[in-house]
């Protein structure tokens, strides 16, 4: 928000173009105290983006929290549609869906943030004509969005933020000439207006892989359109690679702290029947309760020092 609040400030309100602001929200936060905090420090007249209303220049419109903001016709869509690269509001599919809509028109810009959302929509808005701007990395207080955009698209702008609202009213005065649309980007959107696929819709514009969908577990498609390697399922999930390496990485994780559970409560089971237990039979027990608290320490190793960790368990094996 202070980054946010910081570029608004420097925008007139007489600026002849609608600006849509996607902020990451907790599912149970409210927006209306952001938006009052917007009004306060710029001349545009801030509200929180509500199902087809209107978009008019001069105007800011703030994705509601857990909510996907789309735009159609000239109007605004307001979505609980699938999360994307993990998120709900996603940069992404704002993107998107203004590229799709207004092609040249747009200028989408990404500022200081964590993680992977944006990039995907930043060579989106490209494929369609328009402009990308993204803030300087050295100037952003958590730069790791603006790298990641910066290394898979072609960026127009890279300036510091006390920059970008001039640049924005240099870029909005202009008119750029039409540019095509690419088909599988209006099926995409027309996807998300939806808000469900179906696996024929994605067929058609990407590759089926061995892979899952780590939100809901579904076959993934491989989409390979544009600069930016994508994957996503036919109920609307969409990741970009680095994205979806992340979720299975989280997930791996998961099923080890699992595992490891299970292998405890073998490994009391065994204690109780080893003890209950006599002559060879015990002693078999016994076997089985050195066996599986060795699996038990290496993977606890594993979990708590990551793969350093079980690399050294096994070089102490080997010696």
Avoid at 135 to 161: C, G, K
Avoid at 169 to 175: D, F, G, H, K, R
Avoid at 247 to 265: D, N, P, Y
């Amino acid at each position: 928000m202070p980054a946010l609040t910081q570029l608004v400030a420097q925008l007139p309100a007489a600026l002849p173009a609608a600006v849509l602001v996607v902020q990451h929200l907790s599912p149970d936060s409210s927006g209306e105290h952001l938006v009052t905090r917007l009004s306060q420090h710029t001349r545009l007249r801030c509200h929180l983006a509500a199902h087809h209303d209107l978009i008019e220049a001069g105007h800011l419109y703030l994705a509601p929290a857990d909510r996907h903001l789309l735009v159609h016709d000239g109007r605004m869509l307001v979505t609980k549609g699938p999360r994307e690269n993990n998120f709900r509001p996603a940069v992404d599919a704002l993107f998107r869906a203004a590229a799709v809509n207004y092609g040249t028109a747009v200028i989408g810009v990404i500022l200081t943030g964590m993680l992977h959302d944006g990039t995907a929509g930043l060579d989106f808005i490209k494929r369609c004509g328009g402009q990308a701007v993204v803030q300087d990395p050295h100037d952003a207080e958590f730069p790791s969005m603006p790298y990641t955009a910066l290394r898979s698209v072609e960026v127009d702008y890279v300036v510091p933020l006390s920059h970008i609202g001039a640049l924005l009213q240099e870029l909005t005065s202009q008119a750029p000439p039409p540019k095509p649309i690419p088909d599988d980007l209006k099926a995409e959107a027309v996807i998300a207006e939806r808000v469900v696929g179906s696996t024929e819709d994605i067929d058609k514009i990407g590759e089926q892989v061995p892979l899952t969908c780590p939100d809901c577990g579904g076959a993934l498609w491989k989409l390979e359109h544009g600069n930016v390697l994508r994957f996503r399922c036919h109920t609307g999930h969409s990741f970009t690679a680095d994205a979806l390496f992340e979720s299975s990485k989280h997930a791996l994780e998961e099923t080890l702290w699992v595992a490891l559970r299970m292998m405890e409560e073998r490994k009391n089971l065994l204690t109780s029947m080893a003890v209950r237990g006599e002559g060879q039979w015990s002693v078999q027990q016994e076997e089985r309760l050195d066996e599986i608290k060795n699996h038990i320490n290496r993977l606890r190793e594993f979990l708590l020092n990551g793969t350093t960790g079980a690399t050294r368990a096994s070089e102490q094996e080997q010696a």
